[in-house]
């Protein structure tokens, strides 16, 4: 079981746990993204398993009336052991998304990655023509341009700053910059996509400016949120628009739950206080 302090951002060890979790979040309004803990592997056979796993989700979700889908890490489904293990295991995943009506993401990781993450995806909602979804990041000089590559493809995108710390050669050095970033990559997703954007972020400068967007361009869009994250937000947002929540689950809780209690200082207050009363 987990500790009450990492529950707040981890819905529980099991995919049953997760399920759970995603059915009262719909109760409130909001839908759900399940994630599986695991990334960065080095040997085929835990990513083939987390693959498997993933479809079993699926299935499960499919059975259901949740409102809920999948995203997957492309370094837990085997690209650091070879890119065509990932290629094989994130197929595996779409088809089992398409065959029981799931949406499947694509989380985006370190720049290393970036590339052959994006080429993957574009193949897969090519051939599909939807289905599934990629993360980008605005504190990526490269992004705007990726933007543009995407812009007619029919998969969705979900735009984030980014919370890796690439080099400056590649990426935004300051956060105002990448304030800037962001702003301007808002603004061409609302004006040159059709549709299929999501919001990435708890910020309410850019939640209020993609609200402003909508109204001037009528481009539909969804705001996604981390679990344990300004929570009651999207209560309260769930009532305006389509808002969705990221929810990891599984084994591999601790490091996860750590990122999360030190990027903010009031995840890392809410912690400290679950710990100081036992």
């Not at 080095?42 to 299935?59: M, T, V």
């Not at 890119?83 to 197929?91: H, K, M, S």
């Not at 029981?100 to 720049?111: L, T």
Request: proline share 4%; aromatic share 8%.
């Amino acid at each position: 079981m987990l500790p009450p302090v990492a529950s707040r951002f981890v819905a529980g060890e099991s995919a049953a746990t997760v399920l759970e979790h995603a059915r009262q979040c719909n109760e409130d309004g909001i839908g759900v993204i399940c994630n599986r803990l695991g990334e960065h592997y080095h040997d085929r056979a835990p990513a083939d398993a987390d693959a498997a796993a993933y479809e079993r989700l699926a299935a499960d979700i499919g059975a259901s009336d949740l409102r809920a889908c999948l995203s997957v890490k492309p370094s837990q489904l085997g690209l650091l052991v070879d890119e065509d293990v990932f290629r094989e295991n994130l197929a595996r995943v779409v088809a089992a998304g398409a065959d029981h009506g799931v949406f499947v993401w694509m989380d985006m990781e370190d720049h290393t990655t970036t590339d052959a993450t994006l080429d993957a995806f574009e193949h897969q909602a090519r051939e599909r023509g939807g289905g599934v979804g990629l993360c980008l990041q605005a504190n990526l000089r490269r992004t705007a341009d990726d933007l543009r590559r995407l812009a007619d493809c029919p998969g969705k995108v979900r735009l984030v700053k980014g919370a890796y710390d690439p080099p400056n050669d590649i990426a935004y050095p300051t956060q105002s910059r990448v304030n800037e970033a962001y702003r301007a990559d808002l603004e061409y997703v609302f004006r040159e996509y059709d549709g299929g954007i999501a919001v990435g972020s708890h910020d309410p400068e850019m939640l209020t400016l993609a609200a402003d967007l909508h109204t001037k361009y009528g481009t539909p869009y969804e705001v996604q949120m981390l679990m344990g994250v300004r929570e009651t937000a999207q209560r309260d947002l769930a009532s305006v628009c389509d808002v969705w929540q990221y929810a990891p689950y599984g084994s591999s809780w601790p490091a996860y739950f750590w990122r999360r209690v030190l990027e903010r200082k009031e995840n890392a207050l809410f912690a400290l206080r679950a710990l100081a009363s036992g």
